[in-house]
């Protein structure tokens, strides 16, 4: 078969090494067999990154209310914009070993695989990957009430629902300028200035390195 050596080189033989194969296991191993096993994903090696990946994670999100659902990205190798979401909750108990499996059938299966070294919030549909949920507070009549809208916001992106967001805001200039007014002040109230993210990121990675 092409591509595949005619004997086990030493690069290969300590690669097997590193997958825990013994040296009298190698020397039995052909080399069309030795290369399948180098050509699949090292499981373990996945583990050990996904575990890392979700200790972290869970490290850093233990003191929020709402930690976000992990995000791994499932890409086809011919379509970059062929991305299929898959997302897992932090306290789920078999999380590595889900995680795990998955990306490996991924991988096995011929897709481009990433983990997100972030999290993001619940409740999105299909194929979204998060957004500006957590910097644009819907003004609904409630957030509207209480003082907390700052914007406009609708799911999912598609003219129809697009329009019906259009013609809420227009209701609301045209027919509660007060109302409008108090919603201007309350989003330029809130800070997303870099200085308040770096701060931010620099607490999450504390957390994250103290494990």
């Known amino acids: 078969m092409t591509g595949i050596p005619a004997f086990l080189a030493q690069a290969m033989k300590a690669a097997l090494r590193a997958r825990g194969y013994t040296d009298e296991e190698i020397t039995q191993l052909e080399p069309e067999r030795a290369w399948e096993i180098l050509s699949t994903p090292d499981q373990r090696e996945v583990r050990e990154f996904i575990d890392t990946i979700i200790a972290q ?9 709402q930690p976000g659902l992990l995000q791994m990205l499932l890409v086809h190798p011919l379509d970059d914009g062929n991305v299929v979401p898959y997302r897992y909750a932090l306290d789920d108990s078999k999380l590595v070993e889900r995680m795990t499996s998955d990306a490996i059938s991924a991988s096995t299966a011929g897709h481009n695989v990433y983990i997100e070294a972030r999290t993001v919030r619940g409740g999105l549909n299909g194929k979204q990957r998060g957004g500006l949920a957590d910097t644009v507070v819907d003004a609904t009549e409630t957030n509207l009430a209480v003082g907390k809208a700052t914007g406009f916001a609708f799911i999912p992106y598609s003219p129809p629902v697009f ?21 201007q002040e309350t989003g330029m109230r809130q800070d997303w200035s870099w200085s308040r993210s770096a701060a931010e990121y620099v607490r999450l990675y504390q957390r994250a390195v103290s494990l």
Do not use: F, I, S
């Open 163 to 183: 329009r019906d967001a259009l013609t809420r805001c227009l209701r609301l200039y045209h027919g509660q300028p007060d109302v409008w007014r108090r919603m």
């Open 57 to 65: 994670a869970r490290a850093a999100t233990k003191e929020l209310p």
